[in-house]
Antibody, heavy 120, light 107 residues
Framework: QVQLVQSGAEVKKPGAAVKLYCKTS????????VHWVRQAPGQGLEWMGM????????DYAQKFQGRVTMARDTSTTTVYMELTSLKSEDTAVYYC?????????????WGQGTLVTVSS | DIRMTQSPSSLSASVGDRVTITCQAS??????LNWYQQKPGQAPKILIY???NLETGVPSRFSGSGSGTDFTFTITSLQPEDIANYYC?????????FGGGTKVEIK
């Protein structure tokens, strides 16, 4: 079955960077876009960007341009997301989510989420 | 960016009630509209894609309708396990955007 397993919780200081990973299994890795969506405490969902594992091209929300990088490792079927210059407002649960085939913007399968806490 | 305006932000209804949530897009999104359910402490789950298509395994009491810029999500008979936050989401254009969410509670 399709699984996305995310890395564990992180605590970072302002200005630092965090790199999260999303280990996928149960499907053809190169066939489905993977997105990152975050959720600040008590808030709604926010799309950060997506990566096409077939080739590795990525698109990012303007809000995160210059601070976010998404990459993939086809040998381990893992997707990574690095966010730099962290601020307290980046404290959130970060989800990776796999799209539904040709419906590249439908989030069909989700990881369990990773809590990132940014605090001095 | 396409703004998704969802209402109400919260509602309280009795078991068995019909519940309706609306979502308005700031421009025509060509029916690229999905609905998600998120229970406390869990990742979201897709319920409906492309306005009205039920995801596999989702109970038939959930439904969606609409077109253009105005969309509706309905639970025909609210059940205790439906207590959650619900979000609409468009994927017509990047950046992908969500509505602000609707918290559904039992009266």
């Amino acid at each position: 079955q399709v699984q996305l397993v995310q890395s564990g919780a992180e605590v970072k200081k302002p200005g630092a960077a965090v790199k999260l990973y999303c280990k996928t299994s149960g499907y053809t890795f190169s066939g489905y876009y993977v997105h990152w969506v975050r959720q600040a405490p008590g808030q709604g969902l926010e799309w950060m960007g997506m990566i096409n594992p077939n080739g590795g091209s990525a698109d990012y929300a303007q809000k995160f341009q210059g601070r976010v990088t998404m990459a993939r490792d086809t040998s381990t079927t893992t997707v990574y997301m690095e966010l730099t210059s962290l601020k307290s407002e980046d404290t959130a649960v970060y989800y990776c989510t796999r799209a539904a085939g040709t419906r590249t913007g439908c989030f069909q399968h989700w990881g369990q989420g990773t809590l990132v806490t940014v605090s001095s | 960016d396409i703004r998704m305006t969802q209402s109400p932000s919260s509602l309280s209804a009795s078991v068995g009630d019909r519940v309706t949530i609306t979502c308005q897009a700031s421009q025509d999104i060509n029916n690229f509209l999905n609905w998600y359910q998120q229970k406390p402490g869990q990742a979201p789950k897709i319920l409906i894609y492309d306005v009205s298509n039920l995801e596999t395994g989702v109970p038939s009491r959930f439904s969606g309708s609409g077109s253009g810029t105005d969309f509706t999500f309905t639970i025909t008979s609210l059940q205790p396990e439906d207590i959650a936050n619900y979000y609409c989401q468009q994927y017509h254009r990047l950046p992908l955007t969500f509505g602000g969410g609707t918290k559904v509670e039992i009266k």
